[in-house]
């Protein structure tokens, strides 16, 4: 007898689906929320959840990220939501959902649902991508094998150079086979003891220190103080600098512990010959994983890709090319991805196109506003630049720091406490 864990906020609902599906032999549990639905899951390993969106402690496409990221999506998910969007949808798909409800919602749409989910196969998870695949490039080759023996003697690596999916093919590196992965900024709820005793042996991930909010800096710093006990291996990528962290609230002393050892990836400039093969892996990574469609690069495409200016922000080179890649295969409109594509989605003049098309808009605005408009594009990249350090800006504009205080909040321009002014 099939276990479908049903979780939703409002008990009416619960218990109509519940009366629903007993009648059509199914075994039926119960979670009001997602605290709860954690819970059952774990114990019971249902063969199907019927899980709702709109929930009041973690909303239903934040649980289904977490059971995504820390591989518990091993049974099909059927997300159901009175509020539904096609952006909604589409976001819940792409993050394992196997099919997506409205309310209310009818009884054959919903069985028929359920017996299609019950039916489906989930095929095994493929294996991630590792820099393994790129090692025939020697430099690639070199970064792995610092980035193994730091990992080899310290709980925590911190990776410079590159977030997100580039970030991460640099940390599945380092999972040993069959271990536990956890990627921390899916967890939205306060992180136990019990959650991280489950993975232990495992790796603990963060694609982007910056893009961490409050309770999951809290997270972070919880787990680093339980690594070594628990024998997890913990690395966090970031290419923001610390200083700027700081600036924006995140505390000293985890900003200290994260930033001990720290492994950055080797610039792409000067390896123009092998560009074309590190994207090819890309895109193939990308159509296995079926995250685009079935695309492939044409020989003029990958020479396109040769003559990029790779040169300039070396450190979000990684990041810029992954991205890149995945741009490609999602726009193209034929199968073979053209020279004209890369051109279109990354023009050789690339260099100077963003900041002129920044500023272009400002020609058509009154005098006044294009000019507070310009000082505060220009503060707010020399703030930047500088890591939010408010004597160094002074410095660089030219301007007495009083007077630059009053003319950054002026302009609305948001600054970390440390540097309000009292």
């Known amino acids: 007898m ?7 906020d409002e008990v009416g609902i ?54 995504h990221a820390g591989g518990q999506l091993n049974m099909p998910v059927v997300m159901m939501s009175g509020h ?35 039916k489906h196969d989930t095929p095994p998870p493929r294996a991630p991508l590792t820099l393994e695949a790129f090692t025939r490039s020697a430099f690639v080759k070199e970064f792995k094998r610092r980035l193994e023996q730091a990992a080899a003697k310290a709980p925590v690596v911190l990776l410079k150079g590159a977030t997100g999916g580039m970030a991460e093919i640099c940390a599945r590196t380092l999972q040993p086979p ?65 200083p700027a962290l700081a600036e924006a609230g995140w505390d000293h002393k985890l900003l200290a512990r994260l930033g001990e050892v720290w492994v950055a990836l080797p610039p792409l400039a000067g390896h123009a010959d092998e560009l074309p093969e590190i994207a090819g892996l890309l895109l193939s990574n990308f159509v296995e994983r079926g995250e685009v469609p079935p695309r492939r690069f044409s020989t003029g495409a990958l020479n396109a890709l040769r003559t990029l200016p790779w040169k300039n922000h070396a450190e979000a080179s990684w990041t810029t090319l992954y991205a890149l890649v995945r741009n490609l295969a ?7 991805i053209s020279a004209e594509d890369v051109s279109r989605v990354m023009p050789q003049d ?27 594009l220009y503060f707010e990249h020399h703030l930047r630049l500088e890591g939010g350090n408010m004597t160094r800006l002074a410095e660089r504009s030219g301007l007495e720091r009083t007077h ?9 321009i948001k600054l970390g406490k440390r540097h309000e002014e009292p």
């Open 178 to 242: 069959r271990a536990p992965w956890l990627d921390l900024s899916a967890v939205s709820s306060a992180l136990s003891q019990e959650m991280l005793e489950k993975i232990s042996g495992g790796v603990l991930f963060v694609p982007d220190l910056s893009a961490l909010g409050k309770m999951q800096q809290m997270n972070l710093a919880f787990a680093v103080d339980r690594l070594e006990k628990l024998n997890l291996q913990l690395i966090a990528a970031s290419v923001a600098a610390f």
């Open 14 to 67: 619960r218990e109509l689906l519940s009366e629903i599906l007993i009648d059509e032999g199914y075994d039926v549990r119960l979670a009001e929320n997602a605290t709860a639905a954690r819970k059952l899951r774990n114990e019971l390993r249902p063969d199907l959840v019927l899980l709702d969106i709109w929930m009041p402690d973690t909303d239903g496409i934040s649980l289904l990220k977490e059971w």
């Open 404 to 412: 630059l205080y009053r003319k950054l909040k002026q302009l609305d």
């Open 2 to 8: 099939a276990i479908i864990l049903v979780v939703d």
């Open 330 to 336: 999602l726009t193209a409109l034929e199968e073979d």
């Open 350 to 376: 690339s260099e100077a196109s963003p900041q002129l098309a920044s500023l272009l808009p400002l020609l058509d605005q009154p005098l006044r506003e294009a000019r507070d408009a310009f000082e505060k």
């Open 84 to 118: 539904g969007t096609i952006d909604t949808a589409v976001e819940a798909t792409r993050f394992g959902a196997f099919d997506f409800l409205e309310k209310p919602i009818a009884l054959q749409k919903l069985l028929s649902s359920v017996q299609k989910a019950l």
